[in-house]
């Protein structure tokens, strides 16, 4: 009995330790960045990496749930907590997208099941009461913007996962459905490569090319990715750096007017 008794005060306890580190994280991230996503509190709870989440935006998982340290007792118990803490200091849910950062721009899973409840648990964000009208319309809109799709230039040779070509040093994948795959077998070979180093024109590129990836390449001196241009449609990208040019020309001939 007396065994029983202390089993049970133990676990007690535990789910306590929980909710106090839920709340813990949940006030934390709300005021880093005026709203939390369950997302949020697996990663404040160390349950969770974000390098796990970045495996997951590029669809190379085919659930979050599996990379989460954690039973499904304690995950489930942390998200009632969550709920709860949410809706008690007045926060405003607002449900988001979550497309992956693929060509396909497939819809990603929380949970292997995928039970549409506990999916839109997971993809509700809650958001602060203090926040103005235009602004939590502003955010809501950002958080539901399609994520940047993401090529990387390779530092070594590897091998695509669809057609098996062979590809070297320098040429640019897309990873993948846990592989790289090159660029015709994403759909993206229409696409040319613009080097970083003009603003001006990679701004107007992006936003007259209706399809736009960016390029990074792995940095070992740094331990991290970092940009070196984008990928954008040919015509876009000649007719961004006419614009450019004759903008540049017109700043010319004006300064030497005055």
């Known amino acids: 009995m007396h065994t029983q008794q202390r089993f049970e005060g133990r676990q007690q306890m535990a789910r306590q330790g929980i909710r106090t580190r839920v709340r813990r994280a949940a006030e ?13 509190v697996l990663l404040g709870l160390g349950w969770l990496a974000s390098a796990h989440v970045d495996v997951w935006r590029q669809g190379r998982i085919p659930h979050l749930e599996q990379m989460v340290q954690g039973s499904p007792e ?24 979550y497309l992956a950062r693929t060509s396909d721009r497939r819809t990603l899973n929380f949970t292997a099941l995928a039970d549409p409840e506990i999916e839109q648990a997971y993809r509700t964000h809650w958001l602060s009461p203090e926040l103005p009208d235009r602004q939590r ?20 040779s590897w091998t695509c996962d669809t057609c098996r070509g062979e590809f070297g040093g320098g040429d640019i994948l897309v990873m993948q459905d846990n592989g790289p795959h090159c660029l015709d077998c994403v759909g993206l070979g229409h696409l040319d490569y613009l080097g970083a180093g003009n603003a001006a024109v990679t701004r ?4 007259l090319s209706g399809t736009s990836v960016v ?10 990715y ?3 241009g984008i990928l954008a449609e040919p015509e876009a990208i000649d007719r961004a750096e006419e614009e450019c040019l004759s903008e540049d020309e017109l700043r010319e001939v004006r300064r030497w007017r005055t």
């Open 204 to 207: 107007r590129t992006r936003k």
């Open 226 to 228: 970092e940009r070196q």
């Open 137 to 156: 319309q502003r955010l809501v809109e950002e958080q539901n913007r399609p994520p940047e799709l993401v090529a990387i230039s390779s530092t070594k």
């Open 28 to 40: 934390q991230a709300l005021a880093e960045q005026q709203y939390v996503r369950p997302i949020d």
């Open 74 to 97: 304690k995950v489930a118990l942390a998200m009632d907590e969550f709920s709860r803490w949410a809706e008690e200091n007045g926060l405003r849910p607002s449900e988001t997208e």
């Open 215 to 224: 390029v990074v390449r792995w940095s070992g001196a740094r331990k991290r």
